[in-house]
Structure formats: structure tokens, C-alpha cells
């Protein structure tokens, strides 16, 4: 007999649980709650979880006796596999419960929109035609499917059935589906140029992070509707919000949000209660503010799934997955997958106005030279080149990085590349030196305090940083912010500045403080690093020159 506790328990889940449970020799009992460190039991041997709960290494080194979390969910993004792995425990999921439900959800919130069914809800007069109301057809409409597994089938099936021409993006395209079910694979581009109505149907991961991000939204059809009741990180939020209120898309339904969790009341006012919350936290709070304030656009709190039909089918194979794990029979284990470690490129912005001129830039924004906005296209021509490709990018809040990285940008001419303002990444603060001329400085002070000032470890500008300052923030941004991507397989470019850069790779390489006034690099050269996944330092780099020529140090 094992001890078993769900959590995230509705009345329903435990009607459905305890029937389906109850010719068995287990005891159960059940949390309302999520999962959390003061809730988790140590005398537990099995825990079961919905989305909402998210099943930290903590909370599964605090129940000593556990060996199986089953996932009520198709998704198991909510649980540190590894963590499980590292302590011998077994994750199960549901691999399908509701292929028509969502598929069902989708057409209800794409037909919501389409017939303008909130605002004829809203109508509180009696005027029987109202042109504001006018709504559009399905019927001869392209309808777009991301995804063609399960789900994304049976909404194509759906699309066939309101007699809409159905076209669909697979990166693994199935062709003998697309005979039967009668529709055509197009490329993601085609698809977006093409649909009037787009909906989701994808899981989320590193591959498929912000799919439709900024540039792929405005590729869309003008007027054209976005449907999510996938995952809320395959769309840009953001860039969401702006093509909607520029007026380039007709509307957006979202059963998924990134940051959905804060759709929950409690979950919010727990946000205002931490002081100071993360800014990506806050930030999605205002997106889902925007979006629920725009009137072409709906937003439900993750609800597609839910139907008694498909709770019952949850539920079930939750309990055929627990009962087949004391059977040796474990048909749905999901296993963190081993993930080679994404490259890391580092770059200095190409040449601004005060390089050219030999002048102190500091954190003052400078732009780029005409030089530097030629040797940008340069750097992204070798990128594309190499056949390096770029998940992530990093950039400061100096212009400078960020026109480099825009120009880099254009000519790689991918609209995948996610691109992230890291502050902790800015340049030295140069305090008094800021705007002089480095070379009359060094006349001034002599070469002996200049290179103290300019490669040592712990010497200051005048009311400016020190290097050791500059380290002791890049660092953190890299741990917490670089390096997790990195381990999730992702290549990232980080377009910074000397100082910023010299302290990164002070860190990878493990160079001794009194060694640090040796470092140094071409301007405009790239340094790529494989990292260790388990430390994150340097396992090896490769120099590469990206043709400028152009020749600065540190």
C-alpha cells in the first residue's frame, strides 16, 4: 500500500479519483492547494499535480519516501526532471485526454471573434441590426494549423468540416495525415502570409519559444486572428500587443498566456506582496492588463481542457499510471532528455563615434560610427556564413550594442532570434574620464597609473567602477540569466562592451585577478564558447575573425 496525495484537487478530480481508486489497497488524500515547500508531505510515496503546481529539487528533497509524481497533464514542464532523476523518481503524464475538447475550445474562441459574440453579449439596447456587430464567415476562409499532432489534427478536421481551406506547419510533417485528412503543408512563412486564422496547436520548448515572435507576426495576413490553447511561450506577449494595437492584426484569442498564472487572483496579490518582484513577472502582469483591455481580443484563465469528458479521461490514466507503476508497467515515464549545451558568442559592438576618435564612451549613449554600421553587416554576413545560429541575444542599454545587434540582425534575417536588454551586461562607468581622450590621459598621469586604471583588477576611475565592480555584476546575469539557456541547448550571442566582456571571460576562463590586465581582444573578432553544462565555465573557445580587420583592445 502506497501514500498517495494530490494536489490541485477540484471536487471533481476527487469524485473521479476516489471511484477510480477505490478497489485498490492505497491511501489517499487530497490538497486543494498547489504543491508547495510547507505543504509537501514527507510520508509521501506517490504525489499527483496539475499545471498550477510547479515540483521544485526542494520540494522533492523534502518528501525522503517519494517515487512517482504523476502529472495530471500532458505537459510535464512544471517538474525538475532532473532533480527527479537525481533522486530515483519516476514522472509520468497524460499523453492524450482531449484531442477534440482543445481542438473544440479553439473553434469556440475563434467563432467568439469572428461573430463578435462579447460585444453582442454586451448589447443592453433593442436595435435588431447593428452594424458595429457585423461579423465574417468561416466558410472559404485559409485556416492556418501550427502543429499537426493529436490536437492540431482534430482542428483541421474541424477547419475541413466549417469548409475552410486548411493549410499547416509541422517541422516533422506527416504526410500520409495530410491525404487523409485533405490539406496541404506549407513552410511557417507561406503559412503566415497566407491564413486568415491561425491557430496553435504546438508544444513548448527551447525550439519552440516565441515562434511567433515580433518579425512573424507582422508577416502575418493583415487582419488575420491568432488562436493559442497550446502554450503561452510560443507567442511573443509583447509583440502581441503592438501589431494588435497598430491595427496589423484583427484579433488574438489565448487560452495560454506567458505568465498565465497571475490570471489567478491570489497568485497576483502574492506578487505585490514579495516588495520586489521579478521584472519579467511584472511585466507580463501589465501584458495580460493590455490584453484584457483590448476589444478584439479574449483571454481565458487555461480553461480549453476542461470539460467533465476530459477531466474523466485525466483522471483515469492518472490512476491506470500509478496502478501500472506498482505493475512494473510504466507506458507514459518521461525522462529529462540529455541536452548538448548551446554555444556562447561574445562580441563587442562594432566602432561608435568616440571609438574612432579615441574618446572614454562609458555608460554615455554614443553611436555608432558609419564604420561600425558597415562592419555590423560584416559580423552577420560571417554568422550566416558559419551557419552559427542564434537563439538568444543579449544586448546593453547603451544604443550601441543594440544598433550592432539590429544591423547583425537584419542580415541573418531571423525572425527566431529572441532578444533580451540586460543591463548587469553595460559598460564600465568611466566617472570623471567619461568623454576625454584616452590617450592625452595617459600623457597627463603617465602609462604606469593609466594601465592601472584601465586593465587593473581593483583600481577606480575617478568617482567611476572598477573592473572587480563590472565582474561583480556580470556574473549573476550570466549564471541566472546565460547560462540556463545555455543548458537548455541554446546558442546565445551577447553584443556588449570591453569592459563588460573582459569581466565575462575573466569568469569562463578562470584568469587569476593579477592576470587580468594580460586580457584582450580584436574589436569585431568573436569569441565562441562550448561551457561545461554542470559549471558553466569554459570547456573550449574558438577565436573567429569576422574579416573587418579592425584592430582595439580592451
Known amino acids: 500500500m502506497a501514500h498517495l496525495v494530490f494536489y490541485d484537487s477540484t471536487e471533481l478530480d476527487k469524485a473521479q479519483l476516489t471511484n477510480a481508486l477505490k478497489e485498490t489497497d492505497h491511501y489517499w488524500e487530497y490538497q486543494d492547494d498547489k504543491i508547495s515547500l510547507e505543504t509537501c508531505n514527507p510520508n509521501a510515496e506517490i504525489i499527483s499535480v496539475f499545471t498550477t503546481s510547479t515540483v521544485t529539487r526542494e520540494m522533492i528533497s523534502a518528501m525522503p519516501k517519494l517515487t512517482l509524481i504523476a502529472c495530471r497533464s500532458t505537459g510535464f514542464n512544471h517538474v525538475d526532471l532532473e532533480a527527479a532523476a537525481d533522486h530515483n523518481v519516476t514522472v509520468v503524464n497524460v499523453p492524450t485526454y482531449g484531442d477534440a475538447t482543445v481542438a473544440e475550445y479553439a473553434f469556440t474562441l475563434l467563432l467568439a471573434l469572428t461573430r463578435k459574440l462579447q460585444e453582442v453579449l454586451a448589447v443592453e439596447n433593442e436595435r435588431l441590426v447593428m452594424p458595429e456587430l457585423t461579423g465574417q464567415d468561416l466558410l472559404g476562409k485559409t485556416f492556418g ?245 542564434i537563439d538568444v541575444a543579449f544586448h546593453t542599454d547603451q544604443k550601441r550594442t543594440a544598433d550592432t545587434l539590429s544591423g547583425i540582425c537584419q542580415v541573418i534575417d531571423d525572425g527566431r532570434i529572441r532578444t533580451v536588454c540586460e543591463s548587469s551586461f553595460n559598460e564600465r562607468n568611466y566617472g570623471e574620464y567619461t568623454g576625454m581622450d584616452k590617450w592625452k590621459v595617459k600623457e597627463e598621469i603617465g602609462e604606469e597609473m593609466f594601465n592601472q586604471i584601465r586593465r587593473g583588477w581593483d583600481v577606480p576611475f575617478p568617482n567611476g567602477e572598477t573592473l572587480k565592480e563590472v565582474y561583480e555584476r556580470v556574473v549573476p546575469a550570466y549564471q541566472n540569466g546565460v547560462f540556463p539557456l545555455l543548458k537548455e541547448g541554446k546558442n546565445v550571442l551577447i553584443v556588449a562592451h570591453g569592459n563588460s566582456l573582459r569581466a565575462l571571460i575573466k569568469y569562463l576562463d578562470s584568469i587569476p585577478d593579477d592576470e587580468v590586465g594580460n586580457l584582450e581582444m580584436l574589436m569585431n573578432q568573436m569569441m565562441v564558447y562550448q561551457v561545461n553544462p554542470q559549471t558553466g565555465l569554459k570547456e573550449s573557445v574558438e577565436i573567429l575573425d569576422t574579416g573587418t580587420k579592425v584592430e582595439a583592445k580592451f
Open 145 to 389: 494549423v501550427i502543429g499537426t499532432g493529436h490536437i492540431g489534427q482534430r482542428a483541421i478536421k474541424m477547419g475541413k468540416g466549417f469548409s475552410m481551406n486548411v493549410i499547416a506547419y509541422d517541422k516533422y510533417p506527416n504526410e500520409a495525415i495530410a491525404k487523409e485528412l485533405d490539406f496541404k503543408y506549407a513552410d511557417l512563412d507561406e503559412l503566415l502570409s497566407q491564413a486568415d486564422y491561425i491557430s496553435l496547436h504546438l508544444p513548448y520548448n527551447p525550439g519552440t519559444h516565441h515562434i511567433l515572435n515580433r518579425e512573424r507576426l507582422l508577416s502575418m495576413k493583415k487582419g488575420a486572428i491568432v488562436i493559442n490553447t497550446g502554450r503561452g511561450g510560443l507567442v511573443d506577449t509583447r509583440a502581441l500587443i503592438e501589431v494588435l494595437d497598430d491595427g496589423h492584426l484583427g484579433g488574438a484569442a489565448l487560452d495560454v498566456l506567458e505568465g498565465e498564472n497571475l490570471l489567478d487572483y491570489e497568485e497576483e496579490t502574492a506578487l505585490l506582496r514579495k516588495g520586489e518582484a521579478p521584472e519579467e513577472l511584472l511585466r507580463h502582469s501589465v501584458e495580460i492588463s493590455a490584453l484584457k483591455k483590448m476589444p478584439n481580443v479574449i483571454v481565458s484563465p487555461h480553461n480549453a481542457f476542461n470539460t467533465v469528458e476530459a477531466i474523466g479521461r485525466i483522471n483515469q490514466t492518472t490512476v491506470d499510471n500509478i496502478v501500472g507503476f506498482y505493475n512494473h508497467e510504466i507506458p507514459n515515464k518521461v525522462e529529462a532528455k540529455p541536452v548538448e549545451p548551446g554555444k556562447l558568442i561574445l562580441l563587442r559592438h562594432t566602432e561608435s563615434e568616440w571609438n574612432a576618435k579615441g574618446v572614454w564612451s562609458g555608460v554615455t549613449d554614443i553611436n555608432l560610427s558609419e564604420k561600425g554600421k558597415n562592419d555590423r553587416a560584416i559580423v552577420g554576413q560571417k554568422l550566416k556564413e558559419l551557419g552559427l545560429t
